[in-house]
């Protein structure tokens, strides 16, 4: 597994100091942004903020990354978390996994570590994960479409995917 920011909020002290202090004066917020404060004061309120539960004022910051090579079955756990993400996913109806495409002939898998620390484990495992790509190939090559032939993958079968959330959502998943 990869994980690499792509882009973030810049300045988010700024960004969030500015909501909350929104919320509570009769200023506009174009005008508390013209307020110098240090970030020992912004930190201050935000700390206060964020202890009472007034979480919305960290939505307005947002980051994204590029996720590489993780197992499917932690995408349906991640993509549990919708509120504030964002997803964009690398299909397999579109991408093919056929062997010939792979530099070790299988498609990419992640291996659970307790199965890497066990030798005949480990050696059941890929024997498996051969298996089902010999299936795949087979199933493509009677002219089975992506889409379908993707059926036998594992959810151990690896993804890539960007995502966006906010700041509140981050906290979350």
Same mark, same amino acid.
């Given at each position: 597994? &990869?994980?690499?920011?792509?882009? !973030?909020?810049?300045?988010?002290?700024?960004?969030?100091?500015?909501?909350?202090?929104?919320?509570?004066?009769?200023?506009?917020?174009?005008?508390?942004?013209?307020?110098? !404060?240090?970030?020992? &004061?912004?930190?201050?309120?935000?700390?206060?903020?964020?202890?009472? !539960?007034?979480?919305?004022?960290?939505?307005?910051?947002?980051?994204?990354?590029?996720?590489?090579?993780?197992?499917?079955?932690?995408?349906?756990?991640?993509?549990?978390?919708?509120? /504030?993400?964002?997803?964009?996913?690398?299909?397999?109806?579109?991408?093919?996994?056929?062997?010939?495409?792979?530099?070790? /002939?299988?498609? /990419?898998?992640?291996?659970?570590?307790?199965?890497?620390?066990?030798? &005949?484990?480990?050696?059941?495992?890929?024997?498996?994960?051969?298996?089902?790509?010999?299936?795949?190939? &087979?199933?493509?090559?009677?002219?089975?479409? !992506?889409?379908?032939?993707?059926?036998?993958?594992?959810? /151990?079968?690896?993804?890539?995917?960007?995502?966006?959330?906010?700041?509140?959502?981050?906290?979350?998943?």
């Amino acid at each position: 597994m &990869e994980i690499k920011l792509i882009s !973030k909020t810049p300045n988010y002290l700024k960004t969030c100091w500015t909501a909350a202090r929104t919320c509570y004066s009769a200023d506009s917020p174009i005008e508390l942004l013209t307020e110098e !404060k240090t970030e020992e &004061e912004m930190l201050r309120l935000l700390t206060r903020i964020m202890t009472s !539960k007034h979480l919305s004022v960290v939505e307005h910051c947002s980051m994204t990354f590029a996720v590489k090579d993780v197992s499917r079955t932690l995408l349906a756990q991640y993509s549990r978390h919708r509120i /504030g993400v964002s997803l964009s996913v690398q299909s397999q109806r579109y991408v093919s996994e056929q062997s010939a495409k792979q530099t070790d /002939g299988l498609f /990419g898998h992640v291996v659970p570590q307790t199965v890497a620390e066990n030798a &005949e484990a480990y050696a059941r495992y890929m024997a498996c994960m051969q298996e089902i790509q010999t299936t795949y190939d &087979e199933l493509l090559a009677l002219g089975v479409a !992506k889409q379908d032939a993707r059926f036998v993958l594992p959810g /151990g079968a690896c993804t890539n995917f960007v995502t966006t959330l906010n700041l509140r959502s981050f906290m979350d998943v």
